[in-house]
């Protein structure tokens, strides 16, 4: 089903639609499939009829698995858009959303977290902090808490050398880390295996090599240390739950490649990026990692279409989004991953959620929306309004003239 999804979905169809005069004459959405063999596979899969654009039927046939390992449900419609929904809301069926390097929407831009590039050299485990500060009482303020999926997620603990601001006659006179910085250098000139993969492969950006950065051990390959609370994102969040759990973190804490983060976030923005709505977007455009929800920076959140909303309106979205977050704080053994499995969700944070998702839901227009894919659809077409207005306010589709749907980034907040 990663044909069409993400980047997969933004480069093969405008070959099939363009170049070749392909049209989807039937498809089914996303269902599981498992082959018969020895050692077999669960995949999700889609089936897509295409047909010749001067043969293509009138009616196409469309089948949605509302249960993924159930029957599918049936519905027709005049066209059907690359990610497989009904293409009504849109002056172009053929149009594909493409991975942005910016915001689109007037947001504030998302960053990936620190990539130290290290043979997790620079990583320190609960119990390995523990033996150099029972020795090395200083080297505490050389550790900083490291916070990727698995932490914010679960609740575990990493800590890293965080040594950018460090003073030198301190790093000297704590062997322990002279000797882990020894062996990052080595690691990064390739003398010695890492914990994980060779250095050049975790390096992609043009014009940086491994060695290079091997002339100062302490350096990030990817430096993001915030200096105040920031809205944290884990990178991947399983299909199982409702919403991708998203939430502030403060320094000291550093968090790793395995988030993104959003810096001067305010509770407003928090709210919508938490909602339904959002999701809807980040689970059809964002792609996915296996079935899991990736939170793709240039496909997930540079495009995604943000609502008007008055000052009153942003005072009830930050009111509702409040609730969220005293609902979770009611909770504090547990963690996010406890909080946000559709099995232990607690009925309270669950409530604040819906009031949330139908306040966002207003926001984009008065009559309420049926399903995610109903949210998709819609959001679909403001999407066009970004990205090729024009068109969109010009052109008559399916009997119809295309109204201006316009996607406006969160532009008032201070911090813009």
């Not at 899969?45 to 469309?62: C, D, F």
């Not at 973190?249 to 709210?271: C, E, K, M, N, R």
């Amino acid at each position: 089903n990663s044909i069409c999804q993400g980047e997969q979905g933004a480069q093969l169809w405008p070959i099939l639609f363009d170049r070749f005069g392909l049209e989807i004459a039937f498809a089914h959405r996303t269902f599981g499939w498992g082959s018969e063999a020895r050692g077999k596979a669960n995949v999700h899969v889609v089936i897509v009829g295409l047909a010749h654009r001067e043969n293509e039927p009138a009616e196409k046939r469309l089948f949605s698995y509302p249960d993924i390992k159930g029957d599918p449900v049936e519905s027709q419609h005049s066209a059907l858009t690359a990610y497989l929904f009904d293409a009504r809301s849109v002056a172009n069926r053929h149009l594909v959303v493409k991975e942005e390097s910016r915001p689109i929407n007037g947001a504030r831009p998302l960053t990936i977290g620190s990539k130290p590039v290290d043979g997790g050299y620079l990583i320190f485990t609960p119990s390995e902090r523990a033996d150099l500060l029972n020795t090395f009482p200083a080297a505490a303020e050389l550790l900083r808490p490291f916070i990727g999926a698995e932490e914010y997620l679960h609740g575990a603990e990493r800590w890293i050398l965080s040594l950018q601001e460090a003073d030198p006659a301190l790093v000297r006179s704590i062997p322990p880390v002279l000797e882990r910085l020894r062996k990052v250098r080595a690691f990064r000139k390739g003398e010695i295996n890492s914990k994980r993969s060779a250095p050049d492969k975790e390096i992609k950006e043009k014009g940086i090599t491994a060695t290079a950065l091997a002339e100062n051990p302490s350096a990030f390959h990817v430096t993001r240390i915030p200096k105040n609370s920031f809205l944290l994102f884990p990178r991947h969040t399983s299909e199982r739950r409702n919403y991708a759990p998203i939430g502030w973190l403060i320094p000291p804490a550093i968090p790793s490649d395995a988030t993104v983060l959003l810096d001067v976030a305010t509770v407003y923005q928090f709210g919508v990026l938490t909602s339904r709505m959002h999701m809807a977007w980040l689970a059809h455009m964002g792609g996915r990692l296996k079935s899991d929800y990736r939170n793709s920076i240039g496909l997930g959140y540079n495009t995604f279409p943000w609502p008007d909303a008055s000052p009153a309106q942003r005072a009830k979205i930050e009111k509702l989004a409040q609730a969220v977050l005293d609902a979770r704080a009611a909770h504090p053994t547990s963690s996010l991953a406890d909080l946000y499995d559709p099995d232990t969700m607690p009925a309270n944070l669950r409530k604040a959620h819906a009031a949330l998702d139908a306040a966002v839901d207003r926001l984009y227009r008065p009559a309420p929306f049926k399903s995610d894919r109903d949210r998709v659809e819609h959001l679909f077409g403001r999407y066009e309004a970004l990205v090729n207005p024009l068109e969109r306010l010009g052109t008559k589709k399916n009997g119809r003239v295309a109204k201006k749907a316009a996607g406006e980034g969160p532009a008032e907040d201070a911090s813009h």
